[in-house]
């Protein structure tokens, strides 16, 4: 049977696929009380696609904390500037849920991120560069995950951008939330499939 996903995927294919971002509504928190607020709400959320950005740093010896973290669902975000933040109870509850799936892309170096702006035990995170390989897909880069799995690309172009910044821009917005909507995604498909072979 022939699979049902490529194993991988070339950058010029990659680049002939349309241009998505995320469609939904963005909430960007930028208090301790707005991040309480939405993240109390968020412990009803079985599952969150996830991220984080940091502010990079073009200086060595220089480092900064994780600037944002993004929690997405297929069509709400939500933006954690956590710089002006912190980690807020009920925050650090989410992450700490089993019973709350956070799916990201090779997450372990984000948790340990956030764990060094304020501790908590995490639980309930899935690798999607672990999770795929069960799907036959070697790719273990998200753009090239998303293309393979949901068959169009996402822009990459704020990576390096100032997360940090008084005000994120319509673009950086875009950006971090399209890069945890698309771990949802990848994740809400794969298993789809999942239970399509089961019920053959």
């Given at each position: 049977m022939r699979p049902m996903f490529d194993s991988s995927i070339s950058k010029d294919n990659l680049n002939l696929l349309p241009l998505q971002k995320f469609p939904g509504d963005i909430h960007i928190l930028n208090t301790p009380a707005e991040a309480e607020a939405a993240a109390a709400s968020l412990l009803r959320e079985p599952l969150l696609g996830f991220d984080t950005e940091t502010r990079?740093?073009?200086?060595?010896?220089?480092?900064?904390?994780?600037?944002?973290l993004q929690l997405a669902t297929h069509d709400q975000a939500w933006l954690f500037r956590l710089h002006h933040t912190g980690l807020t109870p009920s925050l650090k509850e989410v992450l700490s849920s089993p019973d709350i799936l956070k799916?990201?892309?090779s997450p372990n170096q984000d948790v340990a991120g956030l764990r060094k702006v304020s501790a908590f035990e995490p639980g309930g995170f899935i690798d999607l560069q672990v999770f795929v390989n069960q799907f036959g897909?070697?790719?273990?880069?998200?753009?090239?995950?998303?293309?393979?799995v949901l068959?169009?690309?996402?822009s990459k172009a704020q990576q390096l951008s100032n997360w940090e910044a008084p005000v994120l821009n319509r673009s950086q917005q875009d950006y971090a939330s399209t890069d945890a909507w698309v771990c949802y995604e990848i994740y809400k498909k794969l298993t789809a499939v999942v239970d399509f072979r089961k019920n053959q």
């Open positions: 990079p740093s073009f200086t060595r010896g220089t480092s900064y904390s994780v600037s944002l799916i990201g892309n897909i070697d790719d273990n880069a998200l753009a090239k995950i998303t293309g393979i068959g169009f690309r996402i």
